[in-house]
């Protein structure tokens, strides 16, 4: 019902699982796709000027940008160092912080950024990763207010998306998280680039600066 025909779109991160569905989407609409196709090396925190002006390059135009390369390490917050905070950090923050400023420059309509519902519901072992989500939700909802009305900028929050063998690793959680949705399963990466392609479009054309959490539910449960 979206159709996105000639549109470009470059989709940071897109080697990964999340990013390439979201990928997938796009081109499922008929937006022409530029994957970049880090996702842990930090690179964009300060090579942003060089991915958006190649990614330009290849058709001429950028419509959209997808903020998606990111890192979830695991570290108990008692035991983490400067340099792993600063690490996820870099990555998660200044890496979107970075592109966005650098896709500003040219035409582009809509910016979006992968955030976390743990950027407001924190995990263990993940003080960095929520600390970084939440502060890349924020950092949409300034640029929306500096940048508009020539750029939409957005916030996609994804609950537990399901990637191969995540049930054989993680049974527990797996099945506390399908017990707990409303709606009684994992994400998909599907589910993630269809919010996305909603954000680009213009069925979205009067938002902007807000959070889109797609979670199956679980932030309506009640946690007491």
């Keep these: ?37 880090g996702i842990a090396d930090g690179d964009l925190r300060t090579d942003a000027e060089r991915v958006v002006s190649a990614a330009f ?47 500003a420059r040219f035409s582009v309509s809509s910016i979006t950024h992968i955030a976390s519902i743990e950027g407001s519901h924190p995990a263990l072992g993940h003080a960095h990763y929520s600390a970084s989500k939440a502060a890349l939700i924020m950092h949409a909802r300034a640029a929306a207010l500096e940048y508009g009305p020539r750029i939409r900028v957005n916030t996609v929050s994804p609950g537990l998306i399901d990637r191969p063998g995540i049930s054989a690793e993680w049974p527990e959680g797996v099945a506390r998280w399908r017990a707990a949705a409303p709606l009684g399963r994992l994400g998909s990466s599907e589910d993630i680039g269809n919010a996305c392609v909603f954000l680009a479009s213009d069925l979205a054309s009067w938002i902007t600066g807000h959070d889109l959490i797609v979670d199956g539910g679980v932030t309506a449960r009640p946690t007491w």
């Design 1 to 37: 019902m979206i159709d996105l025909s000639g549109k470009v779109v470059l989709v940071t991160g897109a080697g990964g699982g999340l990013g390439a569905g979201i990928a997938r989407r796009f081109s499922d609409a008929g937006a022409l796709v530029v994957r970049h196709n």
């Design 57 to 103: 390059g290849v058709h001429g135009r950028l419509d959209f940008v997808v903020n998606n390369a990111g890192v979830q390490p695991v570290e108990p917050l008692p035991d983490m160092t400067v340099a792993q905070w600063q690490s996820v950090v870099d990555t998660n923050l200044t890496g979107p912080f970075a592109v966005t400023q650098a896709a």
